[in-house]
C-alpha cells in the first residue's frame, strides 16, 4: 500500500515552544487533512488543504501542502499541555481513498 | 446532533466467533470508511461506501465484509475472528458537497482476537 513517511515520530517539547512535522510521500498527492488523536479517542480533523502551496490556518495551528503535491507541513506555535497527543497526516492520490502516516507523537513539558 | 457514533466500545472474541460493529453517522454524509489502527501505526483502510447499496474494498478488506443499507448505517462483519484482527477500528464519514473529503471519526472499537 502506499505509504506515508511521518516525521519526526516524537517530540518532547518546552511549553511556549513551536513545533515542526513533515509528512512525505512517493506520490503526488491532491489532498492533504491532518489529524490530532488524543489516547483512547478517534482522529479530529485539524485542517485539509486541497491546492499545491496552499497554506491554512486554524488558531495556533498552520498547514502547508508542499509544492511539489509529495509533501506537507504541520507547525504549531507557542505550545501549550493540551496540544500533547499524536498528530497524523492523511493523503489523497484520487478517488476516495485516503492514506494515513504512522504518526508523530507530540509530549509538552509544563 | 452525535456525529459519528460507534458500538461497542470494547469487545474480546476467541478465535473463530464472528461479530458485527457498529457505526452510525446522523451528519446525513454519502461517504463512509472503516479503518483500523494497530499499535504505533497509522489507519489503514478496510472498506469504504459511497452511498446506500454501493461499497468497495479498501488497503485491507480480507476478513471482514460490509454493507450499507441505510445513508447513516454502516456495519463491518467480522466473520471468522483470527488474532492477527486485533486493534481498534474507527468508522468515519464525509460528505458530497464543499470540502467533502474532511472525514469525521467516531471513537472506536478495541477488538482483542484471542
Known amino acids: 500500500g502506499q505509504q506515508l513517511n511521518q516525521s519526526p515520530q516524537s517530540m518532547f517539547i518546552q511549553e511556549g515552544e513551536d513545533v515542526s512535522m513533515n509528512c512525505t510521500s512517493s506520490s503526488i498527492f491532491n489532498t492533504w487533512l491532518w489529524y490530532k488523536q488524543d489516547p483512547g479517542e478517534g482522529p479530529v480533523l485539524l485542517i485539509a488543504?486541497?491546492?499545491?502551496?496552499e497554506l491554512t490556518s486554524n488558531g495556533r495551528l498552520t498547514a502547508q501542502f508542499g509544492i511539489t503535491r509529495k509533501d506537507s507541513f504541520l507547525n504549531i506555535s507557542a505550545s501549550i499541555p493540551s496540544d500533547v497527543g499524536i498528530y497524523f497526516c492523511?493523503?489523497?492520490?484520487?478517488?476516495?481513498?485516503?492514506?494515513f502516516g504512522t504518526g508523530t507523537s507530540l509530549t509538552v513539558i509544563p | 446532533n452525535a456525529g459519528v457514533t460507534q458500538t461497542p466500545k470494547f469487545r474480546i472474541l476467541k478465535i473463530g466467533q464472528s461479530m458485527t460493529l457498529q457505526c452510525t453517522q446522523d451528519?446525513?454524509?454519502?461517504?463512509m470508511y472503516w479503518y483500523r489502527q494497530d499499535p504505533g501505526m497509522g489507519l489503514k483502510l478496510i472498506y469504504y461506501?459511497?452511498?446506500?447499496?454501493?461499497?468497495d474494498k479498501g488497503e485491507v478488506p480480507n476478513g471482514y465484509n460490509v454493507s450499507r443499507s441505510t445513508t447513516e448505517d454502516f456495519p463491518l462483519r467480522l466473520e471468522l475472528a483470527a488474532p492477527s484482527q486485533t486493534s481498534v477500528y474507527f468508522c468515519?464519514?464525509?460528505?458530497?458537497?464543499?470540502?467533502?473529503?474532511?472525514?469525521?471519526f467516531g471513537p472506536g472499537t478495541r477488538l482483542t482476537v484471542t
Open positions: 461506501s459511497v452511498g446506500a447499496g454501493i461499497t
Open positions: 451528519m446525513n454524509h454519502n461517504y
Open positions: 468515519a464519514s464525509s460528505g458530497t458537497s464543499g470540502r467533502a473529503h474532511e472525514q469525521y
Open positions: 488543504l486541497y491546492k499545491a502551496g
Open positions: 492523511a493523503g489523497r492520490r484520487g478517488g476516495n481513498q485516503f492514506y
